[in-house]
């Protein structure tokens, strides 16, 4: 039996190219982490896939199909399924708390689906993790070799070493200079002068130094406009020029006898009888 290795490597080299394109970071899935035979792995959700080959993003890699729909992106899926790049899987309970990566299993039907989940069998390229390595393994022996090292060499790394204690040594003197300035102008000449006002702000290196000094002025928020009322006593034309065409007329409240209609009432009057 051909092992997934194999089969990856019999893949054309644009459903290569698409593979790498999805395991890379500019495809922009959500990548979940679950267990699969007591090993961490990681694995998707086809609807994220979908919509990475669908994004523009996609559209700019160079030597892969061209994918316009839906339906496209799942047939374009379910081709790499058959080289064993990733596989679908159901996703059980959790392995220890409820934000432990979920067990996983391999399902004997390999289909894609938009709703179902994928593990992924391709670990794409590795020369970022070896390069790092290699470095890593290069700056310790370094360090354990320093002994060993030309007089030269140690000479330099010992006026670095002293230039950047300097260094860190100058700014935090100058954070505290300008500290005790500014709480000496509090009280001689309030609201007080920063010295390198910009020296701690989210700006470049030479922006940090400019300008040299500054008052401590709060920055005014800006408020809501109030409207102009007219003045009272004001006729309707000059309520007209100053609300710019229009006016509200204020009216008095009314008591319930002025307000409501007279009722009418009938009465009734006893007549002396007259004689005839």
Not at 200 to 214: H, L, Q, T, Y
């Amino acid at each position: 039996m051909a092992s997934k290795d194999d089969t990856q490597a019999k893949a054309p080299p644009e459903t290569r190219n698409v593979v790498q394109f999805l395991r890379s970071s500019k495809s922009g899935m959500k990548i979940r982490v679950g267990a699969l035979n007591g090993k961490r792995v990681d694995y998707f959700k086809g609807k994220s896939a979908v919509k990475a080959l669908l994004s523009p993003a996609y559209a700019k890699v160079k030597n892969v199909p061209k994918v316009t729909t839906e339906a496209e992106a799942e047939a374009l899926l379910q081709l790499s399924i058959q080289y064993a790049f990733y596989l679908r899987v159901d996703r059980g309970a959790a392995t220890g708390s409820s934000t432990s990566p979920r067990h996983v299993t391999v399902v004997p039907l390999q289909q894609f689906a938009q709703d179902a989940y994928f593990v992924w069998l391709y670990e794409g390229s590795q020369w970022t993790t070896y390069a790092g390595g290699l470095l890593m393994v290069a700056l310790m022996l370094a360090a354990v070799m320093f002994p060993l090292w030309p007089p030269v060499m140690r000479l330099g790394v010992w006026y670095l070493s002293i230039a950047m204690l300097g260094l860190l040594g100058a700014f935090f003197g100058l954070a505290i200079i300008r500290l005790i300035f500014y709480i000496i102008t509090v009280v001689v000449a309030s609201p007080g002068i920063w010295i390198f006002p910009q020296l701690f702000a989210d700006v470049g290196v030479i922006e940090s130094f400019v300008p040299f000094w500054e008052w401590d002025v709060p920055k005014k928020k800006a408020g809501k406009k109030k409207k102009a009322k007219a003045p009272a006593g004001a006729n309707p034309e000059e309520q007209l020029a100053n609300n710019g065409g229009a006016f509200i007329e204020e009216v008095g409240d009314e008591s319930p006898e002025q307000s409501r209609p007279g009722t009418r009432s009938a009465r009734v009057e006893e007549v002396p009888d007259v004689d005839s």
